[in-house]
C-alpha cells in the first residue's frame, strides 16, 4: 500500500513563491510516477507536473518556467516549487503515484490513471 502526505501550501500574494512537499511512503515500484495536480471547486483534476523514475518531467504549459518538480528518492519525498504564483495557480494541490504501466506516459496527466493520492494542501494566491 502506498500513502501520501502534502504539506507546504499556504495562502500568499501574487508574484510569490511556494514550496510544496510529499512524503510517500510504500512500495518503491508502485510510485514509478510521481506527479502534481491541482483542482478548483466544480473542475476536474488538472495534472500541473509530473517526474518518473529516470528524472524526466513535463509541465502543464500554465506553469512552465514557473513551477518545478524534483524528488529526493533517499528521503522518499517529492515536491514542488512554485515561482511567480498567479491568483489563477489558486487550488487545493495533490500529490500522485502510479506504477510502471506500458504506455503511462502517453495519457501521464489523465488523473484516472493514478492510483494513489494524497489528502492535498491548500494554495492560495491574492492579488
Known amino acids: 500500500q502506498v500513502q501520501l502526505v502534502e504539506s507546504g501550501g499556504g495562502s500568499v500574494q501574487a508574484g510569490g513563491s511556494l514550496r510544496l512537499s510529499c512524503a510517500t511512503f510504500?512500495?518503491?515500484?508502485?510510485?514509478?510516477?510521481l506527479a502534481w495536480f491541482r483542482q478548483t471547486p466544480g473542475k476536474e483534476r488538472e495534472g500541473v507536473a509530473i517526474?518518473?523514475?529516470?528524472?524526466?518531467?513535463d509541465y502543464a504549459d500554465s506553469v512552465k518556467g514557473r513551477f518545478t518538480i524534483s524528488k529526493d528518492n533517499a528521503k522518499n519525498s517529492l515536491y514542488l516549487q512554485m515561482n511567480s504564483l498567479k491568483p489563477e495557480d489558486t487550488a487545493m494541490y495533490y500529490c500522485?503515484?502510479?506504477?510502471?504501466?506500458?504506455?503511462?506516459?502517453?495519457?501521464?496527466?489523465?488523473?484516472?490513471?493514478?492510483?494513489?493520492w494524497g489528502q492535498g494542501t491548500q494554495v492560495t494566491v491574492s492579488s
Open positions: 510504500g512500495a518503491t515500484y508502485s510510485t514509478a510516477y
Open positions: 517526474i518518473d523514475t529516470g528524472g524526466n518531467t
Open positions: 500522485a503515484a502510479a506504477p510502471d504501466i506500458p504506455g503511462f506516459w502517453y495519457s501521464r496527466f489523465s488523473a484516472n490513471r493514478y492510483a494513489y
